[in-house]
């Protein structure tokens, strides 16, 4: 199994006490090297002008890789640039371009993308809630347009809503969307009666929502329809802040819920992709709890 990542993705300052912090990856890389050493490591290449411009507008590119700040720079309120930002960004999204190209090569089966900045909040012409280009979008681009897939599934179970993912897709029935999130929370997108094309699939939880309830809105809702879909490439929004521990929501998730819904996404993905899976890091900031779910995500996917 790969996993991709780069040093320049450790560089991204986003500034003193900020959530979203070079620790959280630190973190994740030490404890996927202690608790499996015969992970094949990859280098995250750049992503290109091209592979960016597949989904973002041109006004984004310049604002992210050519403000070159010296300083702390602030795009929104909870999104920084700092002078490595433009470096990270490219690592991050071209980890998810790579890990596609290998899984629909036959290098390997499945990916994991350890990577910062986040993605799934940009849109397509904005950089919010911490991430400045769309990883995962990226990712599904490069197999649509670059491998000739036509149906990709992306899965997406940060407790916050893909607000940008979901905007990019909900018009291009190529490409099903599925999220569990907080409802009310950040940013206040993701509602039941948003459907796109037919191709979108919400099921917004409330706070407090434990495992059980977690997993029947997988097990009854979810899962069928991505299932229905019959995705030729499974792609994963990663965000483990769902969790008890996690500062920025109120859901009462276990590590092992996230390690049962892996396990229901390898066993879909052999039923209809050939067992191929990239996942791609999003949220989660409380550190223990970071490391302990990512552990047990690719404790499943490497199985």
């Not at 608790?35 to 992503?47: F, G, I, Y």
């Not at 900045?117 to 400045?132: E, I």
């Not at 929502?209 to 990663?238: C, I, K, N, Y």
Request: net charge negative; hydrophobic share 45%.
């Amino acid at each position: 199994m790969h996993v991709y990542t780069h040093a320049a993705c450790l560089a991204h300052d986003t500034g003193p006490d900020h959530a979203e912090r070079p620790a959280r990856l630190r973190t994740v890389l030490h404890a996927l090297e202690a608790a499996h050493p015969d992970l094949d490591w990859q280098q995250a290449p750049a992503a290109t002008r091209g592979q960016l411009l597949r989904v973002h507008d041109p006004r984004l590119l310049e604002a992210v890789l050519e403000t070159q700040p010296t300083a702390l720079h602030l795009l929104d309120p909870d999104t920084v640039l700092s002078p490595h930002s433009a470096e990270a960004a490219l690592r991050a999204a071209g980890a998810g371009v790579a890990a596609v190209d290998a899984v629909l090569s036959g290098r390997t089966r499945r990916a994991f993308c350890a990577v910062r900045p986040p993605g799934h909040h940009a849109t397509v012409s904005a950089a919010m809630g911490f991430c400045l280009f769309n990883n995962i979008a990226v990712a599904a681009r490069q197999a649509i347009d670059g491998h000739g897939l036509e149906r990709v599934a992306i899965v997406d179970f940060d407790v916050h809503h893909g607000n940008g993912t979901q905007a990019i897709f909900e018009r291009d029935a190529r490409v099903c969307f599925a999220s569990t999130h907080q409802w009310p929370l950040y940013p206040e997108s993701g509602a039941r009666n948003e459907t796109g094309c037919g191709n979108i699939f919400n099921v917004p939880l409330p706070k407090g929502t434990d495992g059980p309830v977690f997993r029947t809105a997988w097990r009854d809702e979810l899962l069928p329809a991505v299932e229905a879909f019959r995705p030729q490439l499974l792609l994963v929004s990663a965000g483990f802040d769902g969790h008890r521990l996690d500062p920025l929501a109120g859901w009462l998730l276990e590590a092992a819920d996230y390690a049962w819904l892996t396990g229901e996404l390898v066993a879909l993905a052999e039923r209809h992709a050939g067992g191929r899976i990239v996942s791609l890091l999003e949220g989660g900031y409380d550190l223990t709890a970071l490391a302990e779910c990512c552990v047990a995500h690719v404790d499943v996917l490497r199985m």
